[in-house]
């Protein structure tokens, strides 16, 4: 995490996620190099995506804290044929389902891996790829 | 059992590439056949149920001019229709409703709609309800994805093989040679489907649905109804529905919405997996009926692979599946929950031609909405014969 690496600086930026006022806080740590999970204060879980709500015990004013960064490779897929633009020109990209050292899971993309050498179980590390100012993609790569 | 709400009258259109067409042609063309097929006329209709943007049903009932008492627009994806059909009965039973009429039309294929290869099919902008699909845009998670990361960690957790999901196109392929209607009909092998190109891996073209035009009806009515009408009634014997969805987090991906409904289908319904006849599963993806089979009980979990093999789900098999060639072979206009209860019904009647299963008296059908990684419904229907 204290590294902060970002990728992908040569290609189109991937779809801005739309802002608003329960995630555009995520999307500017991650720009910042930091993954949020939501904290509730409540109740004690953990949750993503970010909600004002916690999704367990439904108490509003939900916090957050900051993720370690280290992860488990759940699942993944290679893919090969994709109607999102951006996503084309990465093509073939991995789809990863990733489960965080926190015991929270989560949609990416496992990056800087070849297909061929991604397995189920995998220690992975975040990593960050800009897409404006007020966001950043949350990525992982092999740990 | 014999005494309850029915489906009376069902119609699948015929054609899979029309450019010329609009939703409403096909709906409209399907509810006069279906209700032709139950022998009623439109002023009997008296419910109405659809899927679809906003205020469809406004546009359907002004284009079918009928004045339905009661309403359902449930939209949760591709199993929607099966939740139609239980919503139906249970108003009949309720005495709001008599003869309810189920329709659906689209041009996907005309349109040139790439529903496997895009991240959400359906419209999204600033009013949309979720903030979530922001999570999903910038990965690329295309629908197609979301099914083989369960795929994929089906094989890793049990050891399913590429080879047993083919099992399941080419049963399908099957059993679309015995339709005249299907997209394709072709015999495949599992060879094929292994060398066919990879769209997410583990998935491949071949364990991916067709996308074709279409539209379809059903017509469910009361017992008073269905004692007098021209088809042998087909009960609405019991049913579930249920959405998964990532949990705050906490989702397991093999926890399919299938989980939720089966055994409370079954239970509901007086019925074991052993009772059924044939099974219509959304096959959306090879995997999507593999984790059904295992969720309706008619195999441990792990054990779909091994079921699925061996000619079970061949017509002449122990579960015949699919017979008119389901998703992967004979139609997928985006939401084809209607056609497995349109077959359903053919096979309850014992008029299902060449693809008849023989003395079929309950039919199991499971339809997924949605992106079985994800968000997703399932709504299971037990229906059976007098
Ligand atoms: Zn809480």
Redo the contacts between chains.
């Keep these: 995490m204290s590294e902060k690496k970002t990728t992908g600086a040569a290609l189109t930026p991937?779809?801005?996620?739309?802002?608003?006022s329960?995630?555009a806080g995520y999307?500017k740590a991650a720009r910042e190099g930091w993954l949020l999970?939501?904290d509730c204060a409540a109740c004690g879980?953990?949750?993503?995506?970010p909600?004002t709500v916690c999704?367990?015990c439904w108490t509003a004013g939900l916090g957050n804290r900051k993720a370690s960064g280290k992860a488990t490779l759940?699942?993944?897929?290679?893919?090969?044929?994709?109607?999102?633009p951006a996503?084309r020109e990465?093509l073939?990209?991995i789809?990863a389902?990733v489960e965080l050292e926190e015991?929270?899971?989560?949609?990416?993309?496992l990056v800087n891996c070849p297909?061929a050498e991604a397995r189920?179980g995998m220690a992975l590390r975040v990593l960050f790829e800009a897409?404006t100012d007020e966001s950043a993609?949350v990525l992982f790569e092999p740990a | 059992m014999s005494e309850g709400p029915a489906i009376v009258g069902v119609h699948e259109h015929p054609l899979r590439l029309a450019p010329d067409y609009t939703p409403l042609r096909f709906i409209g063309e399907c509810a006069a056949a279906a209700l032709a097929d139950a022998g009623l006329k439109p002023s009997d209709v008296d419910g109405l149920a659809t899927t679809g943007e906003p205020m469809a049903l406004n546009y359907i009932a002004e284009y079918l001019n009928v004045a339905p008492r009661w309403l359902d627009m449930t939209g949760i994806g591709g199993s929607s229709f099966l939740a139609h059909i239980l919503h139906a009965a249970d108003a009949i039973r309720q005495k709001r409703a008599n003869v309810v009429l189920i329709v659906y039309g689209s041009t996907a294929r005309s349109s040139a709609v790439a529903l496997g290869s895009s991240p959400r099919p359906e419209v999204v902008d600033a009013t949309s309800v979720s903030d979530a699909d922001g999570f999903e845009l910038p990965y690329g998670i295309i629908l197609a994805a979301q099914y083989a990361l369960v795929a994929q960690r089906h094989m890793h957790e049990y050891g399913t093989t590429r080879e047993q999901l083919a099992e399941i196109a080419v049963t399908c392929r099957a059993h679309a040679a015995m339709n005249p209607n299907a997209r394709y009909r072709d015999p495949i092998t599992v060879a094929d489907v292994i060398a066919s190109r990879p769209i997410a891996e583990p998935l491949h073209l071949l364990d991916c649905c067709v996308i074709t035009d279409g539209g379809g009806a059903v017509v469910v009515a009361s017992n008073e109804v269905a004692r007098n009408g021209r088809q042998k009634p087909v009960r609405i014997l019991a049913g579930r529905e249920a959405l998964a969805h990532g949990q705050g987090g906490h989702r397991r991906l093999l926890d399919v919405a299938a989980k939720q409904t089966g055994p409370g289908a079954f239970a509901d319904a007086g019925l074991r997996p052993s009772d059924v006849d044939l099974a219509m599963i959304y096959d959306s993806f090879t995997i999507t009926v593999l984790t059904t089979l295992e969720a309706m009980g008619f195999c441990k979990p792990g054990e779909g692979g091994a079921f699925v093999q061996n000619g079970r789900l061949r017509l002449g098999g122990e579960l015949p599946m699919n017979l008119e060639g389901g998703a992967l072979s004979n139609n997928h206009p985006g939401r084809r929950g209607i056609f497995l209860a349109i077959e359903a019904a053919h096979q309850l009647r014992g008029n299902a031609g060449m693809r008849q299963v023989q003395d079929a008296q309950v039919a199991l059908c499971h339809g997924t909405g949605g992106y079985l990684g994800g968000r997703h419904s399932g709504v299971t229907l037990l229906l059976g014969r007098d």
């Design positions: 991937r779809p801005a996620p739309r802002l608003t329960q995630t999307w999970l939501g879980k953990l949750s993503h995506p909600q999704p367990f759940n699942s993944f897929t290679v893919v090969h044929q994709s109607g999102v996503l990465r073939p990209y789809v389902y015991g929270i899971c989560l949609l990416s993309n297909p189920i897409i993609a």
